[in-house]
């Protein structure tokens, strides 16, 4: 590498002044490759302290920056310093404690970079795997590697990798149990992954069982029931998440009875996931009997040290730079349910991004406060007051919201159904249900005179959204925290 370090340089260092449309074009180029929270965590307060012909100076308010620096984004600032100055060939990085919140000398990183309010969707969409057979996309972030492993689910995570090493061997079926949010769906999803990862040709279908009793039904109005029997036929992997939903639906559990034997004896793997054991189902015997036949693990909560663990992984997965003590602060004081973990690591960052501020123990006990995760949690254990609010209305429901994802009012109540709109339509519908309790109907007049049912539909869409998707439930979080509805 033709960089070098350099923590307290003695070069006498130009005016940074002069360098500052230098760094910003720098700063668009890293924008556009890095994820926003960590390029607004470790982009922030920087400058070009100088520049000796081909050598830039960094300047980094922090040593802990630096570190980062040196260890993540070096090469990276090289590439886009010589992209926009051919001259330049060397980066070093100096600590100035001076950088610190200091906007005279550092570029503003929220003004310069607004955040993009268009959404990314969510990742929902499927994919075609064989003829006539689709699969739900896999979230790429659902690995077997990253999945971390302590007492809880220990059994459930050995399994999968030993499925992911010889599909359709020992471990057929494969059947997860556990309650919600403890990552069953992650490791049905990372075990496909793996297999993909393995061979690509292989064809893995990974379903919930609402999609598969849609598809039985369908089938049987188009008469098309030996096509749909044909296609599943084709599957090398077949993992079915949430199964408890087949309960009461004889035809497609007898669909799925002849599915599951057709693969079974074809030595195709079937995994499988449920809130409750295979005998606690309430479907039919001699499915349950097939389940049984295989391997059965479960997930249980997580103790204090792998709450702390995943913790970790998921603060280094997201690039957040957060303190240990505030992150066994979370794992000490909080659920014990991976997802909502998760919720409150997503809500710190969105509170960084939106307030600039690094999560603190205290502004993490805030956040749990209003999550209201813990409410043993007393006020003097952390010292923070509780401001007097006046309570929130739908009116400033719906101006938040239209601030927040940059959606006139007008288009709120209006009649677009393009999806920028609609997604903010229905997440200020839904606030309004779920934390002012305004009724379905009054809810519709006050969103330009709609049917109650179509509010009905926008917030079981919304609190569908918010279980499988992160930035939905971290979006809801962070307006009902703005608007003090927690
Ligand atoms: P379930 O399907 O059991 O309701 P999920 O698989 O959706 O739970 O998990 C919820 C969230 O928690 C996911 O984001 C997942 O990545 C995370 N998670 C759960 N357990 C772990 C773990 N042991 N290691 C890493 N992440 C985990
Ligand atoms: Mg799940």
Same mark, same amino acid.
């Given at each position: 590498?033709?960089s /070098?370090?350099?923590?307290s340089?003695?070069?006498?260092?130009?005016p940074?002044?002069?360098?500052?449309?230098?760094?910003?074009?720098?700063?668009?180029?890293?924008?556009?490759?890095?994820?926003?929270?960590?390029?607004?965590?470790?982009?922030?307060?920087?400058t070009?302290?100088?520049?000796?012909e081909?050598?830039?100076?960094?300047?980094?308010?922090l040593?802990?920056?630096?570190?980062?620096?040196?260890?993540? =984004?070096?090469?990276?600032?090289l590439?886009?310093? !010589?992209?926009v100055d051919?001259?330049?060939?060397?980066?070093?990085?100096?600590?100035?404690?001076?950088?610190?919140?200091?906007?005279?000398r550092?570029?503003?990183?929220?003004?310069h970079?607004?955040?993009?309010k268009?959404? $990314?969707?969510p990742?929902?969409?499927?994919?075609?795997?064989?003829?006539?057979?689709?699969?739900k996309?896999?979230?790429?972030?659902?690995?077997?590697d990253?999945?971390v492993?302590?007492?809880?689910?220990?059994?459930a995570?050995?399994?999968c990798?030993?499925?992911?090493?010889?599909?359709?061997?020992?471990?057929?079926?494969?059947? @997860?149990?556990?309650?919600?949010g403890l990552?069953?769906?992650?490791l049905?999803?990372g075990?496909?992954?793996?297999?993909?990862?393995?061979?690509?040709?292989?064809?893995?279908?990974?379903?919930?069982?609402?999609?598969? +009793?849609?598809?039985?039904?369908?089938?049987i109005?188009?008469?098309?029931?030996?096509?749909?029997?044909?296609?599943?036929?084709?599957?090398?992997?077949?993992?079915?998440?949430?199964?408890?939903?087949?309960?009461? $639906?004889?035809? +497609?559990q007898?669909?799925?009875?002849?599915?599951f034997n057709?693969?079974?004896?074809?030595? !195709?793997?079937?995994?499988?996931?449920?809130?409750?054991?295979?005998d &606690?189902?309430?479907l039919?015997?001699?499915?349950? /009997?097939?389940?049984e036949r295989g391997?059965?693990a479960?997930?249980?909560?997580?103790d204090?040290?792998?709450? @702390?663990a995943?913790?970790?992984?998921?603060?280094? &997965?997201?690039?957040?730079?957060?303190?240990?003590s505030?992150l066994?602060?979370?794992? &000490?004081?909080?659920?014990?349910n991976v997802?909502?973990?998760?919720?409150i690591?997503m809500?710190?960052?969105?509170?960084?991004e @939106?307030?600039?501020?690094?999560?603190?123990?205290? /502004?993490?006990a805030?956040?749990?406060?209003?999550?209201?995760?813990?409410?043993?949690?007393?006020?003097?254990e952390?010292?923070?007051?509780?401001p007097? !609010?006046?309570?929130?209305?739908?009116?400033?429901v719906?101006e938040?919201?239209?601030?927040? =994802?940059?959606?006139?009012?007008?288009?709120?109540v209006?009649?677009?159904?393009?999806?920028?709109?609609?997604?903010?339509?229905q997440?200020?519908?839904f606030?309004?249900?779920?934390?002012l309790?305004?009724s379905?109907?009054? @809810?519709?007049?006050?969103f330009?005179?709609?049917?109650?049912?179509?509010?009905?539909n926008?917030?079981?869409?919304?609190?569908? /959204?918010?279980?499988s998707?992160?930035?939905?439930l971290?979006e809801v979080?962070?307006? +009902?925290?703005?608007?003090?509805?927690?």
């Amino acid at each position: 590498m033709t960089s /070098s370090v350099s923590s307290s340089s003695t070069a006498t260092v130009a005016p940074e002044a002069g360098h500052n449309d230098l760094w910003l074009d720098v700063l668009k180029k890293l924008e556009s490759k890095l994820q926003r929270g960590a390029f607004i965590t470790w982009f922030r307060d920087t400058t070009i302290l100088g520049r000796e012909e081909g050598k830039i100076i960094i300047g980094l308010p922090l040593t802990t920056v630096m570190n980062w620096h040196l260890e993540r =984004y070096q090469s990276l600032t090289l590439e886009a310093l !010589k992209e926009v100055d051919s001259a330049i060939s060397q980066v070093v990085y100096k600590v100035d404690g001076g950088l610190k919140d200091n906007r005279e000398r550092t570029v503003n990183l929220l003004e310069h970079f607004p955040e993009q309010k268009k959404r $990314k969707l969510p990742n929902k969409h499927e994919v075609k795997m064989a003829e006539g057979v689709t699969s739900k996309i896999l979230n790429p972030r659902y690995l077997i590697d990253n999945f971390v492993v302590g007492a809880n689910n220990r059994l459930a995570q050995a399994a999968c990798s030993a499925v992911a090493t010889s599909p359709g061997g020992k471990y057929n079926p494969l059947f @997860l149990y556990g309650g919600v949010g403890l990552g069953k769906t992650h490791l049905l999803q990372g075990t496909g992954n793996a297999i993909l990862q393995k061979n690509s040709k292989a064809t893995v279908v990974y379903t919930t069982s609402e999609d598969f +009793t849609n598809q039985v039904v369908e089938a049987i109005r188009m008469q098309k029931m030996e096509q749909l029997r044909k296609r599943y036929r084709q599957v090398d992997v077949l993992i079915i998440d949430d199964i408890q939903f087949l309960a009461n $639906k004889e035809r +497609t559990q007898e669909e799925f009875f002849h599915t599951f034997n057709a693969l079974y004896e074809a030595g !195709k793997q079937i995994i499988i996931s449920s809130d409750r054991p295979p005998d &606690e189902l309430q479907l039919e015997d001699r499915l349950v /009997s097939r389940f049984e036949r295989g391997m059965i693990a479960d997930v249980s909560e997580p103790d204090y040290e792998t709450r @702390l663990a995943i913790l970790q992984e998921k603060a280094a &997965e997201y690039e957040l730079f957060i303190d240990l003590s505030v992150l066994q602060f979370i794992a &000490e004081h909080t659920t014990k349910n991976v997802r909502e973990l998760e919720g409150i690591l997503m809500q710190a960052v969105a509170q960084y991004e @939106l307030e600039q501020r690094m999560p603190t123990i205290k /502004s993490i006990a805030e956040i749990m406060r209003k999550l209201n995760k813990d409410p043993h949690l007393q006020e003097e254990e952390v010292g923070f007051e509780t401001p007097e !609010k006046k309570r929130s209305t739908l009116q400033d429901v719906m101006e938040l919201v239209s601030k927040y =994802y940059s959606v006139s009012i007008d288009d709120l109540v209006g009649k677009s159904r393009v999806r920028e709109v609609l997604m903010p339509r229905q997440i200020a519908m839904f606030i309004g249900k779920k934390h002012l309790s305004v009724s379905f109907v009054r @809810l519709g007049e006050a969103f330009g005179n709609r049917d109650h049912t179509t509010v009905m539909n926008a917030c079981e869409k919304i609190e569908r /959204s918010m279980q499988s998707d992160h930035n939905v439930l971290r979006e809801v979080h962070t307006l +009902t925290t703005e608007l003090g509805l927690r």
